[in-house]
């Protein structure tokens, strides 16, 4: 007999392939990456029937709310022409099959080990918080990794920036500070002339 | 066949009665915020009248208190447009995922000491992640348009909704620094004791920047040039007509209330009195919020629109440095013997 939890799961599993199927099959790059983000909210689902609620809502606050949204802003505004991309599909096939085997075996001897038949964290911890368990272990065992693991992604952030930084020359750029400095005399030029002479309507006879 | 008819039916069976109550409490949580939204933008209509000297709405009803229900009557009634080369599906995806989470967040929020629908430790987490999706309306919403106007309207909103989002998540960090909790409703208790205890005075600049963020969050006056008229005529909803259109501006307005909602239940103590021998009610956290979502309109109503660049550096140059130096300052105040005020 199937319980509820069996079956939410395997909504879960059966929708989170199909948008991973649809992720690589899918002609339109916009449609591409909308289905990764269907896939890693039912990733996020899974998690949750796992108990797993920090990682669950962590990967939905970082994957969803914040790279996939950066993602989609490069792909919608590229002009990605599908055809060309798909040339040399069957060239590469031999070498992606492989890779994609090595892959799927390397998995199967991940999945394999024992820590990965653990019983679910309500069995063993049954009032555990799962947020405050990787909390505290994240800043008391592993607090030197957890630190490193910043130093990189630090170092990740100021490198992208510094290779993509190109000072433009006709860039617009204004400074808030002098902006806001301007005074009135800066801006308005009072100016001494004579006002202008009374305009006199040509008559009508002189015009033909 | 039987294994799956007892397999509905024990599913259904015992806990039909527990389904079923659900239900009615998420009802009960959804029914008044629709109405809600519904009067606040008569609310806003009424202040904004009032503040520019005119009556505002009063030919519906009462003191035009049918108003809103007219303008609801008016948008379904009124024709949904499909532009010809739009995508199709995602063109009415897009108002949907607009509110939904503008909904889902309010299964964690605890009007009172037991009065909340989901209970769970990682609230504060749950409504951040619920918040950070609600950019993908926007997003699709412009590019399913397929027109120039909404596609430069959205990208603009967009940005400025990701960007809004690190100072505000930042702010969040000193709540729960004080609160030693991401559940709500400790956040909440641990601000007992009357309105000097309330999390406002030792993060008084966080809640500043929470509150400045929160009106750029949902794209309100003055950060609203999402749809800088002016501009870029309405912004990503530029194609959306009848209802489509409505489900846009009820996502508008139930973040407005849930932005307020959440800066008085972190800030300003939620549903407890200011006082601590007047009894704690709801009817406080109604006051609270109302004050705020009355500010919101008061800004609307007062201030100019931003500049597109002044946004950005306001957001990402002086709201990111200052909730960081924020934090800094908390976490090593907390280790003087001064640490009790920021608890």
């Known amino acids: ?73 490069v792909v919608m505004m590229l002009d990605i022409n599908l055809d060309k991309l798909r040339e040399g599909f069957w060239d590469y096939l031999p070498m992606a099959g492989f890779i994609g085997i090595l892959m799927m075996v390397e998995m199967v001897m991940v999945f394999k080990t024992k820590q990965f038949n653990l019983p679910p964290l309500s069995e063993t911890l049954p009032n555990a918080s799962n947020t405050e368990l990787i909390g505290n272990t994240l800043y008391s065992d592993y607090v030197l990794p957890f630190e490193l693991a910043s130093v990189v992604l630090l170092i990740a952030i100021v490198s992208a920036i510094a290779l993509t930084l190109r000072d433009r020359k006709d860039s617009k750029k204004t400074n808030p500070a002098d902006q806001i400095a301007v005074k009135r005399k800066d801006r308005v030029r009072l100016v001494q002339m004579k006002s202008e002479e009374k305009y006199v309507k040509p008559k009508a006879k002189e015009r033909t | 066949m039987d294994a799956l008819m007892t397999s509905v039916f024990g599913l259904w069976g015992p806990s039909i009665a527990k389904t079923f109550w659900i239900l009615l409490k998420i009802v009960a949580v959804v029914l008044p915020l629709m109405i809600s939204v519904a009067y606040l933008t008569y609310f806003e209509r009424k202040v904004i009248g009032f503040m520019q000297v005119r009556i505002g709405p009063n030919r519906v009803g009462y003191f035009g208190l049918l108003q809103p229900i007219a303008d609801a009557l008016k948008l379904l009634f009124k024709e949904i447009i499909l532009p010809t080369a739009s995508n199709k599906v995602l063109f009415f995806l897009a108002p949907v995922l607009a509110i939904a989470p503008a909904f889902a967040a309010w299964a964690v929020i605890p009007f009172d000491l037991n009065l909340v629908i989901a209970d769970i430790d990682a609230s504060l987490l749950y409504i951040l992640a619920m918040t950070s999706i609600a950019v993908y309306g926007v997003i699709i919403a412009g590019w399913a348009s397929n027109s120039k106007y909404a596609f430069l309207g959205s990208l603009r909103s967009a940005a400025q909704i990701v960007s809004y989002e690190i100072a505000m998540g930042f702010t969040l960090v000193g709540v729960l620094m004080c ?165």
């Not at chain 1, 591409?32 to 920090?54: D, H, K, P, T, Y």
């Not at chain 2, 002016?230 to 501006?249: D, K, R």
């Open chain 2, 179 to 343: 609160a030693n909790s991401l559940n709500l409703g400790k956040i909440v208790m641990g601000q007992a004791g009357g309105f000097w205890h309330w999390y406002v005075w030792p993060l008084f600049p966080l809640f500043i920047i929470y509150f400045i963020s929160a009106v750029a969050e949902t794209n309100r006056a003055p950060f609203d040039v999402a749809e800088g008229e002016s501009e870029i005529v309405a912004g990503f909803h530029v194609e959306y007509s009848g209802m489509a259109f409505a489900v846009f501006f009820l996502a508008e307005y139930a973040n407005m209330i849930l932005v307020s909602m959440l800066a008085a239940l972190m800030f300003l103590g939620g549903w407890l009195s200011p006082i601590p021998f007047i009894p704690d009610s709801f009817l406080w956290l109604l006051i609270k919020v109302a004050f705020l979502l009355f500010c919101f309109i008061w800004f609307r109503a007062t201030f100019p629109r931003y500049r597109y660049d002044q946004i950005m550096r306001l957001g990402w140059k002086i709201f990111i440095p200052i909730t960081i130096a924020w934090i800094v300052f908390i976490g090593g105040m907390m280790q003087t013997s001064w640490g009790y005020l920021f608890h």
């Open chain 1, 1 to 73: 007999m199937i319980e509820f939890k069996d079956f939410v799961f395997f909504v879960l599993s059966l929708v989170l392939i199909a948008s991973g199927l649809s992720v690589i099959t899918s002609r339109n790059p916009v449609t591409a990456a909308l289905s990764l983000v269907l896939a890693f909210f039912n990733a996020a689902g899974i998690w949750l029937l796992l108990q797993a609620e920090f990682l669950a809502i962590a990967l939905v606050l970082v994957y969803v709310g914040a790279v996939m949204v950066l993602f989609l802003f």
